[in-house]
């Protein structure tokens, strides 16, 4: 059974930093694409950031140069790092996989003075 576990998220003040974590069970991270999206109120899901087997990645012309996305197999987890947060980063981040599609269950990232 496939399980994509988000944590990390948080209330960050604007300019400030935080680090997602998902913890996969069931799939391997370095053998599967997986990405990050989230999910603003009102608004679509959206692409954050991805990582694919090789190693390469691509992100979100909103968030490239602040946030990072690597993958640690010895734990099997992805994170994604995330500087410089601004109010318009609030949203409910989603952790996705290639396989199959599974999708995490969310952490909310909150941006506010």
């Known amino acids: 059974q496939v399980q994509l576990v988000e944590s990390g998220g948080g209330l960050v003040q604007p300019g400030g930093s935080l680090r997602l974590a998902c913890a996969a069970s069931g799939i391997s991270v370095s053998l599967n694409a997986m990405a990050w999206y989230r999910q603003a109120p009102g608004k679509q899901r959206e692409l954050v950031a991805r990582?694919?087997?090789?190693?390469?990645?691509n992100y979100a012309d909103s968030v490239k140069d602040r946030f990072t996305i690597s993958r640690d197999n010895a734990k099997n987890t992805v994170y994604l790092q995330m500087n410089s947060l601004k109010p318009e980063d609030t949203a409910v981040y989603y952790c996705?996989?290639?396989?199959?599609?599974?999708w995490g269950q969310g952490t909310q990232v909150t941006v506010s003075s």
């Open positions: 996705h996989t290639s396989y199959r599609g599974y």
């Open positions: 990582i694919f087997t090789g190693g390469s990645t």
